[in-house]
């Protein structure tokens, strides 16, 4: 088309030209009229482009000789040919990338046109913001007004609100954020509680538990009862009034339980290294006052923290803890005082990050006697829900009190309901003072009233309280544990190896990685302890052992003696009431029980070490006793022995090991043992703990009650060997016909033979 143009008018000025003349005409070019044989004049630079010469794009130059310069001209490229070049919109549909909202109109569809120019027919009219409409897509809201901060601005929804579109203007609310969570990771019951905060601008809640259904609320918590152990997810989401919601919010929690072959005031703790006796019996070590010095010395935060990171690094089970509080703050002290501002506080104790990290359990005792119990309780627990990690499933808490402290336990008791995070993890202990009643029946109902009937976990003792182990029989026949307190630096050794089998807990002055060795060291030749017999027709009872495994012989007891072998002890039972609660082996010969003895097995003597013997009797046989009546013997020459024996004059009860050529004797007057009331003298009614040890370079000791006066002296030496067996009730005697002697008259219910070295060691003995 446009070199038709440019031929009719070169044409038509020929034509002109030849009807004016008919002779040559001078050379034109220049004077700015395009002449024939002229296709441009320089002077007339603009009158034509590239585009009309048929290309489609470049700068046409008319050069000095009026003609055309079509070097810059791209000669390529015609419309329509698929291709955008140029000046051209489009070139064809299929290459339009514009849309009507971007070109400033409403909806519609842009198309192109043969001359490959955008069509923007189809394009409704721009959208007018403001106008109450929302013109989608190119509003997203349209509120009717041009305020910002209002969730709708320039037609667009602003972050963090929402818009309602579906009637006339846009309403607009703020999205609720995400709520916060709030539950317990790992859950040692069914019973799971989850609790979220209430973001702004929440109307309701929708949640979901491990991808279900949703549920719509208007309440911030959840509780269900799950049926066993596994994950369990909740999702919330907060929802505002025109049901807009915010992301869904997860929590996780696993219902796991822990410790379930412990001993019931054990479960649910996670501990892996829990001080574990020979024998198998879980009995946590606590490190006693683990915040003062020895003597109760006053020691401040940082010299507490370090005394508990020794406790920590030493493998104490349990810290100890005494707490009170002057009104406004709660301290960790030995007592009640009247301000808090010279002792640690229980926050500064618990912001500790070695002991918020590590699995010891805390083990704290109520010293409050003033502030109301209730007020109390709060206090103590407010501080504890924001220091979960202490107690939490994995390390459950124990609370401790005097009797007389009851009141402040049943408070905090009481009170965990409104802790729902930490109240399953809280258990509670009653401690009695050393004799606190001196009759059996009445101590045994004080235990039943105090401690079952307030729903309490343990029972703790004063480790010389008089029939311990009888105590301790009946306190764990009604599910309760059973502590005893406070083992002293000196002889410590003794009382831990001695009761490591018979309690559930034991708080140490004794240091506490010694105190562990002692009660984990496998040196037990024999144990047995018939308290816990299925019933007094028993036909056998075990004997156990171990000196590197476990080993149980079963013995079969109420055997007639015969004319070559003595006979063994029935089994008797003594309910509630009795100082020997449970079955006890019988040799009374007022029960018909006469030559009878237990064979416990042989024990041969150890180079560089003695024995440690125990022992609970009841002796029918006091004061009418001639000669020796052995309670647990291994004695020919050599060996031990602990008996009674009576010289003409007295009976002594003694305990004695074969050293150096001759027995040595630790030997307490019946009549008058030295010692304090109720053991001032032995009777034939009571029930007596008795312990007796030589460490093979050292004394000769004999406890009673684990109360001890003087010693059979200090020696060095082995223990000579006997080659005999060692008999409960009777002294071995290869030569008498009967293969015994000495036969006990009365009750043991409990024996043990163990190994016994030196226990002497550097640095202090007790914790620091």
């Known amino acids: 088309m446009l070199k038709l143009k440019i031929f009719t008018i070169l044409t038509l000025i020929f034509t002109i030209s030849c009807a004016g003349s008919t002779k040559s005409e001078p050379d034109l070019c220049g004077n700015t009229i395009i002449d024939v044989g002229e296709e441009c004049e320089p002077d007339l630079q603009n009158s034509f482009s590239c585009e009309d010469m048929g290309y489609h794009s470049g700068i046409l130059v008319c050069k000095d000789d009026c003609t055309f310069d079509i070097s810059d001209c791209v000669a390529s490229g015609k419309c329509p040919d698929g291709i955008v070049n140029g000046n051209e919109d489009c070139d064809g549909n299929e290459t339009v990338t514009t849309t009507c909202e971007q070109a400033g109109y409403g909806e519609g569809t842009v198309s192109c046109t043969a001359s490959c120019r955008f069509d923007y027919s189809t394009c409704s009219a721009a959208p007018v913001c403001g106008n109450g409409e929302v013109e989608s897509p190119a509003e997203e809201c349209d509120d009717q007004n041009s305020t910002s901060n209002d969730g709708c601005t320039d037609c667009f929804v602003e972050a963090g609100w929402a818009c309602d579109n579906s009637s006339g203007a846009s309403v607009c609310m703020r999205v609720p954020d995400q709520p916060v969570i709030e539950g317990e990771s790992s859950a040692g019951h069914l019973d799971l509680l989850w609790q979220w905060d209430m973001p702004a601008y929440t109307s309701y809640f929708e949640y979901r538990v491990n991808s279900g259904s949703e549920t719509q609320t208007a309440e911030n918590t959840y509780t269900v009862s799950v049926p066993a152990e596994g994950n369990y997810v909740i999702e919330v989401r907060a929802c505002n009034e025109i049901d807009f919601c915010s992301d869904f919010a997860s929590f996780t929690t696993v219902v796991e339980y822990f410790g379930s072959a412990l001993s019931p005031v054990?479960?649910?703790?996670?501990?892996?290294?829990?001080?574990?006796?020979?024998?198998?019996?879980?009995?946590?070590?606590?490190?006693?006052?683990?915040?003062?010095?020895?003597?109760?010395?006053?020691?401040?935060?940082?010299?507490?923290?370090?005394?508990?990171?020794?406790?920590?690094?030493?493998?104490?089970?349990?810290?100890?803890?005494?707490?009170?509080?002057?009104?406004?703050?709660?301290?960790?002290?030995?007592?009640?005082?009247?301000?808090?501002?010279?002792?640690?506080?229980?926050?500064?104790?618990?912001?500790?990050?070695?002991?918020?990290?590590?699995?010891?359990?805390?083990?704290?005792?109520?010293?409050?006697?003033?502030?109301?119990?209730?007020?109390?309780?709060?206090?103590?627990?407010?501080?504890?829900?924001?220091?979960?990690?202490?107690?939490?499933?994995?390390?459950?808490?124990?609370?401790?009190?005097?009797?007389?402290?009851?009141?402040?336990?049943?408070?905090?008791?009481?009170?965990?309901?409104?802790?729902?995070?930490?109240?399953?993890?809280?258990?509670?202990?009653?401690?009695?003072?050393?004799?606190?009643?001196?009759?059996?029946?009445?101590?045994?109902?004080?235990?039943?009233?105090?401690?079952?009937?307030?729903?309490?976990?343990?029972?703790?003792?004063?480790?010389?309280?008089?029939?311990?182990t009888g105590l301790a029989a009946f306190a764990r026949s009604l599910g309760l544990g059973v502590g005893v307190y406070t083992v002293p630096g000196s002889f410590g050794e003794v009382f831990l190896a001695s009761l490591r089998e018979e309690v559930d807990e034991i708080t140490v002055e004794y240091r506490i990685d010694q105190a562990r060795s002692v009660v984990e060291d496998k040196n037990l030749h024999a144990y047995i302890n018939t308290a816990f017999c299925a019933s007094a027709s028993d036909t056998s009872v075990n004997v156990f052992s171990n000196t590197g495994?476990?080993?149980?012989?079963?013995?079969?007891?109420?055997?007639?003696?015969?004319?070559?072998?003595?006979?063994?002890?029935?089994?008797?039972?003594?309910?509630?009431?009795?100082?020997?609660?449970?079955?006890?082996?019988?040799?009374?010969?007022?029960?018909?029980?006469?030559?009878?003895?237990?064979?416990?097995?042989?024990?041969?003597?150890?180079?560089?070490?003695?024995?440690?013997?125990?022992?609970?009797?009841?002796?029918?046989?006091?004061?009418?006793?001639?000669?020796?009546?052995?309670?647990?013997?291994?004695?020919?020459?050599?060996?031990?022995?602990?008996?009674?024996?009576?010289?003409?004059?007295?009976?002594?009860?003694?305990?004695?090991?074969?050293?150096?050529?001759?027995?040595?004797?630790?030997?307490?007057?019946?009549?008058?043992?030295?010692?304090?009331?109720?053991?001032?003298?032995?009777?034939?009614a009571d029930g007596y703990w008795l312990v007796g040890a030589y460490d093979g370079d050292g004394g000769v000791y004999l406890w009673i009650d684990n109360s001890i006066s003087g010693s059979g002296g200090s020696f060095t030496g082995d223990v000579t060997n006997p080659g005999v067996t060692t008999l409960g009730g009777a002294d071995p005697q290869p030569a008498d016909a009967l293969k015994a002697r000495f036969f006990f008259d009365g009750l043991i219910q409990q024996l043990s033979v163990q190994r016994w070295g030196d226990h002497s060691f550097t640095g202090s003995t007790v914790n620091d």
């Open 266 to 468: 054990w479960r649910g703790s996670s501990r892996q290294n829990l001080t574990t006796s020979p024998l198998g019996n879980t009995v946590p070590l606590s490190c006693h006052n683990c915040y003062n010095g020895p003597s109760n010395e006053v020691f401040t935060e940082a010299q507490a923290l370090a005394k508990i990171s020794n406790a920590l690094s030493r493998e104490a089970d349990l810290i100890e803890l005494d707490i009170a509080t002057d009104g406004n703050n709660v301290c960790v002290y030995h007592g009640d005082p009247a301000s808090c501002s010279s002792y640690p506080l229980l926050e500064g104790i618990l912001s500790d990050v070695t002991f918020r990290s590590s699995d010891a359990m805390l083990f704290i005792e109520v010293k409050e006697g003033n502030q109301p119990p209730a007020t109390f309780a709060q206090m103590v627990l407010d501080i504890l829900d924001a220091n979960r990690n202490y107690v939490r499933n994995g390390r459950p808490l124990y609370f401790r009190a005097f009797a007389s402290g009851i009141p402040y336990l049943q408070a905090i008791q009481s009170a965990l309901s409104n802790y729902p995070f930490i109240k399953n993890y809280v258990k509670f202990a009653v401690l009695y003072g050393q004799n606190a009643y001196s009759d059996v029946a009445q101590f045994q109902a004080q235990i039943v009233s105090d401690v079952a009937g307030n729903g309490f976990q343990m029972v703790e003792f004063e480790y010389r309280q008089k029939h311990l």
């Open 549 to 684: 495994t476990i080993s149980t012989s079963s013995v079969a007891v109420n055997t007639l003696p015969t004319a070559s072998l003595y006979g063994t002890p029935a089994l008797h039972f003594d309910p509630q009431g009795e100082d020997r609660y449970g079955c006890s082996l019988d040799y009374r010969s007022s029960a018909g029980m006469t030559s009878r003895a237990l064979n416990l097995g042989t024990h041969t003597p150890t180079a560089g070490s003695g024995f440690l013997i125990t022992a609970y009797v009841n002796f029918d046989v006091i004061g009418t006793l001639t000669g020796t009546m052995a309670i647990i013997n291994s004695a020919e020459a050599g060996g031990f022995a602990l008996e009674l024996y009576n010289d003409g004059a007295s009976t002594y009860l003694r305990f004695g090991v074969h050293v150096n050529g001759s027995y040595r004797y630790h030997s307490y007057n019946t009549s008058a043992t030295g010692l304090s009331s109720p053991n001032a003298s032995i009777n034939g």
